[in-house]
């Protein structure tokens, strides 16, 4: 496994399991783009900071949460917003 060190929550894995179908008949071509609706970001400075910190916690090897993930945005939405 690539990431072995991120921990999931139980919750996230049933949720995926469970559309197990969906995820496998998603085809990698041009017809994916229509499958997701890819919204604009309200918040540019939020997510970029959100996917910095992401990508150091992901190269420190340290578990990413779920409730880890939802308290830095908070954290971020309130020092920036």
């Known amino acids: 496994m690539l990431y072995h ?4 929550e ?3 894995i049933s ?5 197990k179908g969906k995820w496998l008949a998603i085809v990698k ?3 994916t783009s229509d499958t997701f609706c890819h919204k604009k ?3 540019l400075l939020l997510d970029q900071a959100m996917k910095l910190w992401v990508e150091q916690v992901v190269g420190n090897r340290l578990f990413l949460t779920e409730a880890l993930i939802k308290k830095k945005a908070a954290y971020f939405a309130k020092t920036f917003l």
Do not use: P
């Open 10 to 12: 139980h919750s996230t």
């Open 29 to 31: 071509d041009n017809t």
């Open 15 to 19: 949720k995926i399991l469970k559309e």
């Open 5 to 8: 060190y991120i921990n999931l």
């Open 41 to 43: 970001i309200k918040f």
